[in-house]
């Protein structure tokens, strides 16, 4: 058994951990409701675009558009959302395992990292990867996800991809995210409203609006998806600190009884030891 100076040291290391992780759980728990915040608001935007294609479709074709053509092709560009930090259980290897299982079903398949860890995980093996971008940080910015969506733009245009699928963690509440996939390229047009139609005046003409539609409809879906991973990403934060301080707790109450039974064995010892010496002087 450890000796009572080596517990009364374990049990004052754990407390000094359990003080650090339940503030990053306070600070996760704080940048989850930020985060939840900026996804809220970026909802309806998001809806708002697919809502008006689908007014342009009902006056022009958006299947004949670059953007929205199926190529069938099986040159498939991941881009792959995780965090730049671990300290988040095991979000990004969620993550990460779940890009490479689709990855290895396509051979021609490339990847886009977004956040450090995917960067990581994607160095070490052989996979074809084209481009990254780290050190996202905490607050998403619209600007970041439209750097992205310009790059992939290109890639698709110039026929060096065939299309592009985001892979990221859906957000649904603090302890329930799940691991997604969707298309970004070709884009999917919106379905066709039912009900009573409207015509609506375009002007520019309906071409023109949809050439500036669609780019800002791809950045504003992979910024939404960026949005989602980095709620789920802190909402996996401040459940892994959460469980870090649970078992602080544990460690040190089974440490404590450890000092109570050293504490214990160390005074029944001294009284032996008095009670021996009294016989001797006898």
Same mark, same amino acid.
């Given at each position: 058994? #450890?000796?009572?100076?080596?517990?009364?040291?374990?049990?004052?290391?754990?407390?000094?951990?359990?003080?650090?992780?339940?503030?990053?759980?306070?600070? #996760?728990?704080?940048?989850?409701?930020?985060?939840?915040?900026?996804?809220?608001? #970026?909802?309806?935007?998001?809806?708002?675009?697919?809502?008006?294609?689908?007014?342009?479709?009902?006056?022009?074709?958006?299947?004949?558009?670059?953007?929205?053509? $199926?190529?069938?092709?099986?040159?498939?560009?991941?881009?792959?959302?995780?965090?730049?930090?671990?300290?988040?259980?095991?979000?990004?290897?969620?993550?990460?395992?779940?890009?490479?299982?689709?990855?290895?079903?396509?051979?021609?398949?490339?990847?886009?990292?977004?956040? =450090?860890?995917?960067?990581?995980?994607? #160095?070490?093996?052989?996979?074809?990867?084209?481009?990254?971008?780290?050190?996202?940080?905490?607050?998403?910015?619209?600007?970041?996800?439209?750097?992205?969506?310009?790059?992939?733009?290109?890639?698709?245009?110039?026929?060096?991809? $065939?299309s592009v699928k985001i892979v990221y963690t859906?957000?649904?509440?603090?302890?329930?995210?799940?691991?997604?996939?969707?298309?970004?390229?070709?884009?999917?047009?919106?379905?066709?409203?039912?009900?009573?139609?409207?015509?609506?005046?375009?002007?520019?003409?309906?071409?023109?609006?949809?050439?500036?539609?669609?780019?800002?409809?791809?950045?504003?879906?992979?910024?939404?998806?960026?949005?989602?991973?980095?709620?789920?990403?802190?909402?996996?934060?401040?459940?892994?600190?959460?469980?870090? =301080?649970?078992?602080?707790?544990?460690?040190?109450?089974?440490? =404590?009884?450890?000092?109570?039974?050293?504490?214990?064995?160390?005074?029944?010892?001294?009284?032996?030891?008095?009670?021996?010496?009294?016989?001797?002087?006898?």
């Open positions: 058994m #450890a000796n009572l100076k080596d517990i009364k040291r374990r049990i004052k290391s754990v407390k000094n951990t359990q003080q650090i992780t339940r503030a990053m759980k306070m600070v #996760a728990a704080a940048k989850l409701r930020r985060a939840q915040t900026v996804l809220l608001q #970026a909802r309806p935007y998001a809806d708002k675009i697919i809502e008006m294609l689908a007014r342009v479709g009902e006056v022009t074709d958006l299947n004949q558009h670059q953007l929205l053509t $199926d190529r069938d092709g099986k040159r498939i560009l991941y881009i792959v959302i995780a965090a730049d930090r671990g300290l988040c259980g095991s979000y990004n290897a969620q993550v990460n395992r779940f890009a490479s299982e689709l990855i290895k079903k396509n051979p021609e398949a490339s990847v886009i990292s977004v956040g =450090t860890r995917v960067r990581d995980y994607f #160095a070490k093996r052989s996979y074809n990867v084209i481009g990254e971008y780290i050190d996202v940080g905490d607050n998403i910015e619209y600007r970041q996800a439209h750097e992205i969506a310009e790059a992939v733009i290109t890639y698709f245009l110039n026929d060096v991809v $065939d859906h957000y649904k509440n603090t302890m329930s995210r799940k691991n997604a996939v969707i298309d970004l390229l070709p884009a999917v047009p919106p379905e066709k409203r039912e009900g009573v139609k409207v015509e609506y005046i375009f002007d520019p003409s309906p071409t023109e609006v949809l050439n500036e539609l669609l780019p800002r409809y791809i950045a504003t879906t992979l910024y939404r998806a960026m949005l989602e991973s980095k709620a789920s990403e802190q909402g996996a934060k401040m459940a892994a600190m959460d469980a870090a =301080t649970k078992n602080a707790e544990d460690m040190i109450k089974k440490l =404590t009884i450890q000092k109570n039974r050293a504490r214990q064995a160390a005074i029944t010892r001294e009284i032996s030891e008095i009670v021996g010496g009294a016989d001797a002087l006898k």
